[in-house]
């Protein structure tokens, strides 16, 4: 166990173990969760301890508490429009395409260098480029919150790209886009092998897990390389 485990506070735990069914699909929408007489029986804790870790769930739009009747997964929404989260090295294999991969930089920073707009006091930066057919796919900037996933800094993103680990390994619970078209500089030009002021497509994309920030990523594609697709269910 990390350092970083061993200090979680037992409704953080109670909160992971809870989350990690719900999200993997063990306890599906409208299973009644165990009472909180049992929660506290399980782990041993105050009843206030459980309060509250399923209030958290509750605030997260994962569970439904209804008086006397208790906890249940909740329903997903009627409406939405969901942008998933990609697995690079997938999509492209499903393409029919080879599909690369090459740890350029790896390092560990402070809190004076967090992505703008997440809370947490150590990252790991990781900047990678994707190929598909020995070509270069995308170019990534990855910050990952260490705080909250410590087992990231043991990992070997030399052989694993750290998108598909952390979709393995760490399940979220809200994320942000954002999607914009930018010039090449020459920098960029090189890592991507087009010309200096060829058309890219800019993704830029937060994680969070119970409230705490997991991950920003900055992925970079040449234009005519990358194309995003949303899904709509009424």
């Given at each position: 166990?990390?350092?970083?485990?061993?200090?979680?506070?037992?409704?953080?735990?109670?909160?992971?173990?809870?989350?990690?069914?719900?999200l993997s699909g063990v306890w599906p929408p409208?299973?009644?969760?165990?009472?909180?007489?049992?929660?506290?029986?399980?782990?041993?804790?105050?009843?206030?301890t459980v309060n509250k870790a399923l209030s958290?769930?509750?605030?997260?739009?994962?569970?439904t508490r209804r008086r006397r009747a208790g906890?249940?997964?909740?329903?997903?929404?009627?409406?939405?429009?969901?942008?998933?989260?990609?697995?690079?090295?997938?999509?492209?294999?499903?393409?029919?395409?080879?599909?690369?991969?090459?740890?350029?930089?790896?390092?560990?920073?402070?809190?004076?260098?967090?992505?703008?707009?997440?809370?947490?006091?150590?990252?790991?930066?990781?900047?990678?480029?994707?190929?598909?057919?020995?070509?270069?796919?995308?170019?990534?900037?990855?910050?990952?919150?260490?705080?909250?996933?410590?087992?990231?800094?043991?990992?070997?993103?030399?052989?694993?790209?750290?998108?598909?680990?952390?979709?393995?390994?760490?399940?979220?619970?809200?994320?942000?886009?954002?999607?914009?078209?930018?010039?090449?500089?020459?920098?960029?030009?090189?890592?991507?092998?087009?010309?200096?002021?060829?058309?890219?497509?800019?993704?830029?994309?937060?994680?969070?897990?119970?409230?705490?920030?997991?991950?920003?990523?900055?992925?970079?594609?040449?234009?005519?390389?990358?194309?995003?697709?949303?899904?709509?269910?009424?």
């Amino acid at each position: 166990m990390t350092d970083h485990a061993a200090a979680k506070p037992l409704h953080q735990k109670i909160i992971t173990d809870l989350e990690g069914k719900i999200l993997s699909g063990v306890w599906p929408p409208g299973y009644r969760i165990p009472f909180e007489h049992e929660l506290t029986a399980q782990y041993r804790c105050a009843r206030m301890t459980v309060n509250k870790a399923l209030s958290a769930l509750a605030a997260a739009g994962l569970i439904t508490r209804r008086r006397r009747a208790g906890s249940f997964v909740a329903q997903p929404p009627t409406q939405s429009a969901m942008l998933h989260i990609p697995d690079l090295a997938t999509e492209i294999r499903e393409k029919g395409a080879a599909y690369g991969y090459r740890l350029i930089k790896r390092r560990i920073v402070g809190i004076e260098e967090a992505p703008h707009g997440l809370v947490g006091t150590t990252w790991l930066i990781l900047d990678a480029v994707h190929f598909a057919n020995n070509r270069p796919f995308a170019a990534e900037a990855r910050w990952i919150n260490l705080d909250a996933v410590p087992d990231a800094t043991n990992a070997d993103f030399a052989q694993t790209p750290p998108g598909s680990w952390l979709l393995a390994q760490v399940p979220w619970t809200r994320a942000a886009h954002e999607i914009r078209a930018l010039n090449a500089n020459a920098a960029l030009a090189k890592t991507l092998a087009v010309t200096k002021g060829a058309a890219c497509l800019m993704v830029e994309r937060r994680t969070w897990r119970m409230g705490d920030a997991i991950t920003y990523v900055r992925q970079i594609f040449p234009g005519d390389s990358y194309r995003l697709t949303a899904d709509f269910s009424p």
